[in-house]
């Protein structure tokens, strides 16, 4: 039997499972070159590419190497990003973060609220040890985000993945689970 798809719920939001009905919001951001560059992704140009989005978030989920929830304001239920975890190992205990964000709720604390509930999630739901986040040199902001909610830089991987036609140097960030005294 089919597990059921976790919601999580924190003040002003409620992070869920995207479906076929939220192509159109999350169009709107997905198409933005600002939002996606950083996932090492070109600008969506049509719904039907959110709708292969959609379809990767459901297949990662059933092969059980990630989960991706659809970042919902509480008030409207509109979806303005995303945030999970990929490429999980249960035999090492880790995973990487991965989210992105709508340009219109940047700097409002939306993205350190969903991180920090998502970490939680992973240490006490999947007993994950560590958790990764890839970031690119040039994206300042993620790198603060990371920062502030407890990740270390742990080094420069030098050409580690091959993005939008050219090699990308990103930083390895971690957080492991005695950082936050949750054992």
Not at 59 to 73: A, F, M, Q, V
């Amino acid at each position: 039997m089919k597990q059921e798809f976790p919601v999580i719920e924190t003040n002003r939001l409620i992070l869920r499972e995207v479906t076929k009905e939220d192509a159109h919001d999350m169009f709107l951001y997905l198409s933005d070159k600002d939002v996606v560059k950083p996932m090492g992704l070109e600008p969506f140009q049509t719904v039907e590419d959110v709708w292969d989005e959609i379809k990767w978030y459901k297949s990662i989920y059933e092969e059980g190497t990630g989960i991706r929830w659809g970042i919902t304001l509480k008030d409207s239920g509109k979806v303005i990003g995303s945030c999970g975890f990929l490429n999980m190992i249960p035999k090492h205990y880790r995973a990487e973060i991965g989210y992105e964000l709508s340009r219109e709720y940047w700097g409002r604390g939306i993205a350190s609220e969903v991180l920090e509930a998502v970490v939680h999630y992973g240490y006490k739901h999947f007993q994950l040890e560590r958790i990764e986040a890839l970031i690119e040199l040039s994206n300042i902001q993620s790198q603060k985000l990371v920062e502030k909610n407890g990740f270390t830089r742990e080094g420069l991987l030098r050409h580690y993945e091959f993005a939008c036609g050219k090699f990308e140097d990103l930083y390895m960030y971690s957080i492991i689970k005695e950082d936050l005294k949750l054992i």
